[in-house]
C-alpha cells in the first residue's frame, strides 16, 4: 500500500506549487517553532524544513511528511517575516537596487526513509521607490514572507533571477520531485510538470 503524503506547511503557495506534481497530499501544517539558531542561510533553511517535518512525522508516523522553509539572504544576513509593516519596508529598502540569495530547504521523512536538498536562487531587486514601497506594504502582500516580498505578487520588485522560481515563491519543484520519486521507488506516483 502506497504511504499517504502530508505537506507539513500552511503556506497556500507550497499547496498550490506540490499540486503541479502530485495531487495525492494531505495538508496537516507543522507547530515547529521557527527561530534562528546563528547558522547559515542554506543550513537554516534545511534545520527548520527537518524541524518541520520530524514535528508532523510525530503526529503521522504512517505517512510521509514533507517539510519545507524558506530563507532570504542579504550579505550574510538573514531576512525573515516582517514583524511590522516598518520592518516590512526596511527590508524592501535593504534589498533594493541589490541582489540577494533565496533558500528553499525541503525535508521528506518516512518510516525507514530520511532526506533533505536546499536550493538556491539569485535574484536581483530593481531600485525600488518609496512610492511602490510604501504600496506593495500597505497592500499587506509582504507581512507572511521571508524577505518580506513574493516574486508572484504582481509588484514590480524583481529584476532577474538565476535558478529557480518555483524556490523563490517556496517550494523548489525540482528537489521535491527528486526526493519523492526516491521515497515512492520512482513509481507513477509523482507526475510530471506540463
Known amino acids: 500500500?502506497?504511504?499517504?503524503?502530508?505537506?507539513?506547511?500552511?503556506?497556500?503557495?507550497?499547496?498550490?506549487?506540490?499540486?503541479?506534481?502530485?495531487?495525492?497530499?494531505?495538508?496537516?501544517?507543522?507547530?515547529?517553532?521557527?527561530?534562528?539558531?546563528?547558522?547559515?542561510?542554506?543550513?537554516t533553511a534545511e534545520l527548520l524544513?527537518?524541524?518541520?517535518?520530524?514535528?508532523?512525522?510525530?503526529?503521522?508516523?504512517d505517512c510521509f511528511v514533507l517539510g519545507a522553509d524558506t530563507v532570504v539572504s542579504?550579505?550574510?544576513?538573514?531576512?525573515?517575516?516582517?514583524?511590522s509593516k516598518e520592518e516590512a519596508r526596511e527590508t524592501l529598502r535593504m534589498l533594493s537596487g541589490k541582489v540577494h540569495s533565496v533558500f528553499t530547504g525541503v525535508c521528506l521523512i518516512?518510516?525507514?526513509?530520511?532526506?533533505?536538498?536546499?536550493a538556491e536562487?539569485?535574484?536581483e531587486f530593481y531600485p525600488l521607490s518609496e512610492e511602490l514601497i510604501g504600496r506593495y506594504v500597505e497592500s499587506g502582500l509582504p507581512m507572511d514572507k521571508a524577505g518580506a516580498y513574493g516574486i508572484q505578487d504582481g509588484?514590480?520588485?524583481v529584476k532577474s533571477y538565476d535558478g529557480?522560481?518555483?524556490?523563490?515563491?517556496?517550494l523548489?519543484?525540482?528537489?521535491?520531485?527528486?526526493?519523492l520519486n526516491r521515497a515512492y521507488g520512482g513509481d507513477t506516483y509523482v507526475k510530471t510538470c506540463d
Not at 49 to 61: D, N, Q, S
Not at 74 to 83: I, S, V
Not at 110 to 118: I, Q, R
Not at 172 to 179: D, G, K, Q, S, T
Open 155 to 157: 509588484y514590480p520588485l
Open 49 to 61: 524544513a527537518c524541524g518541520k517535518a520530524r514535528e508532523a512525522f510525530g503526529r503521522f508516523p
Open 164 to 170: 529557480s522560481y518555483e524556490n523563490v515563491v517556496g
Open 110 to 118: 518516512g518510516e525507514g526513509f530520511f532526506a533533505a536538498e536546499t
Open 1 to 43: 500500500m502506497t504511504r499517504e503524503l502530508v505537506l507539513a506547511s500552511a503556506s497556500p503557495r507550497r499547496r498550490e506549487l506540490l499540486a503541479r506534481i502530485t495531487g495525492n497530499f494531505t495538508v496537516k501544517p507543522s507547530s515547529f517553532e521557527e527561530r534562528e539558531r546563528g547558522l547559515s542561510a542554506r543550513d
Open 172 to 179: 523548489p519543484l525540482e528537489e521535491v520531485r527528486a526526493l
Open 74 to 83: 542579504l550579505d550574510g544576513n538573514l531576512l525573515g517575516k516582517p514583524k
Open 121 to 123: 536562487t539569485k535574484v
